[in-house]
């Protein structure tokens, strides 16, 4: 999933337990779907079903969790998730408690449980490097104090890549909505550099024609750069525009 060499990939949000989504998605030039547990209207037990469903489209798929807590993190992994999205990180000890969630030890404290991904037990040798190694954790800046962290986060050995949250981090910062004006950017720019010094992914959400450049000059691995909801109502609004006159 990493950007170098590969460019960035273009993913969307899926909201809600919608396999056409994905479908079309996919038939459209989507290369990864985002599972928002954290707003979206999705259960565990719809991401379980969703995510072998995705990958056998050929989408890479990651998890925004609810909350960056063991269970949804562990839930998402065991179900086949590529990766987790880790939500309202507060600083870089928070960062450090919560991504140690999403790594089996020695170097996280994921709980080993029976799941598709170690074949139902069936597949354990090498298991766990492997797996540390196949997943990714993300955890998302969106607050004062993890854009502070920024550099320390990137550095953790639990970390894979740091996920930029722009609209909550301008809330958070004080600036109201997302503008996209200069201060957004360097916040973004921050969190860019970040990553790169330590080597790892740099991500984001964003659908803008600017935000997609950004993601693209920055190197992103990905960017969020859609939802299903948000197509609905666009292809609804314009086909619902005044009929023509006979």
Known sequence: MAAKGGGTKLGFWLMSDNRQALEIARLAGFEL???DM??????????????????????????????????PIQKALDSGADGVILPQIRDVEHARLATAYAKYPPLGTRGLGLSRVDGYARDMKDFVRRE??????LPMVETPGA??????????????GLFLGPSDLSLTRGRGLLKLDAA???DAKRVADAARKAAKLFTLSG????SRRFAVRQGAAFIGAADELSAMTAGFTH????????
């Open 33 to 35: 779907v985002i599972l």
């Open 132 to 137: 540390n190694r196949r997943t990714l954790c």
């Open 207 to 210: 659908g803008s024609d600017t």
């Open 147 to 160: 854009l502070a962290d920024a550099e320390v986060i990137a550095r953790l050995d639990t970390v894979d």
């Open 38 to 71: 954290e707003h979206g209207a999705l259960s565990a037990e719809a991401a379980d079903v969703l995510i072998p469903f995705a990958k056998g489209l050929g989408l890479a798929v990651m998890s925004r969790v609810a909350a960056a807590e063991r269970v």
């Open 239 to 246: 086909a619902a525009r005044p009929l023509p006159k006979a």
């Open 184 to 186: 957004d950017f360097r």
